[in-house]
């Protein structure tokens, strides 16, 4: 059994989930990386293992509760315990379709991926995130799903030019996983937050995005690692808190 703490992190190989694997793996967390692609998770693995952080590629597609249930397992054999998840795995799959020409597949793929993936991770994950002395989940979100800020162009232009019905509506329902979850979980010591990395550059967005991966992934290891008198159940970037 290790005797550091053990995070679990979605779509690990790549982007924000990689290189808040690596701010973690420098703070001493053993880092289970979370790939579909097992070749790619590897490759991933590798690069932090190059760095000195201990790491290791677990295949699981958040669409597949096959290789959901077979990560639950490979964890609870391993470590006996889950300290940390970070739900990192999305898509964004629309075109800049206004929401009446968008297709309903494309709308299903992206809350399979987006919402039913999430829930299934941490819904089959949290009997060892309970096992933990002081578990914490982390629910990548996006500033776009603020309800209070998708109609007020005074509040921020840039996020009012946007209107994707399926990537925003779909983070507006991780938000709502995070607080009725949060609900369930508030008489244990378990801290579940939503986290904005805003607009990074990463493949979601075809590297359009103007902050970096290390400011990204700032604020989702500010939630991962806090203390037992942090917040509960909330929605912050790394200025703070971010209204419904």
């Known amino acids: 059994m290790s005797t550091s703490k053990i995070v679990l992190i979605t779509g690990g190989n790549k982007g924000i989930g990689l290189e808040t694997a690596r701010q973690l793996g420098k703070l001493g967390f053993t880092i289970l990386l979370g790939s579909?692609?097992?070749?790619?998770?590897?490759e991933a693995t590798a690069t932090l293992t190059a760095e000195n952080i201990n790491a290791k590629a677990i295949t699981l597609d958040i669409t597949?509760?096959?290789?959901?249930?077979?990560?639950?397992?490979?964890?609870?054999?391993?470590?006996?315990?889950?300290?940390?998840?970070?739900?990192?795995?999305?898509?964004?799959?629309?075109?800049?379709l206004p929401p009446s020409q968008l297709e309903l597949t494309v709308l299903r793929n992206t809350y399979e991926t987006n919402v039913f993936g999430s829930f299934s991770v941490t819904k089959a994950m949290l009997p060892l995130i309970k096992k933990s002395p002081a578990g914490r989940i982390v629910n990548l979100s996006s500033g776009l799903a603020s309800l209070t800020e998708y109609d007020i162009p005074e509040s921020d232009a840039e996020k009012y030019g946007v209107n994707l019905l399926a990537y925003m509506s779909s983070k507006t329902a991780v938000n709502a996983l995070t607080v009725l979850f949060a609900k369930e979980l508030k008489d244990t010591p378990i801290k579940i937050n939503s986290a904005d990395p805003g607009y990074t550059a990463t493949d979601l967005n075809g590297h359009t995005g103007y902050r970096t991966v290390e400011q990204g992934a700032s604020i989702v290891v500010k939630l991962a690692t806090l203390l037992g008198d942090g917040p509960n159940g909330g929605f912050f970037d790394e200025n703070g808190v971010i209204p419904w």
């Not at 639950?72 to 889950?82: E, M, N, P, S």
């Open 36 to 42: 579909r692609d097992e070749a790619r998770g590897q």
């Open 64 to 96: 597949d509760l096959d290789t959901i249930q077979s990560a639950v397992k490979q964890i609870d054999d391993q470590y006996g315990a889950l300290d940390v998840l970070i739900n990192n795995a999305g898509v964004c799959l629309e075109s800049g």
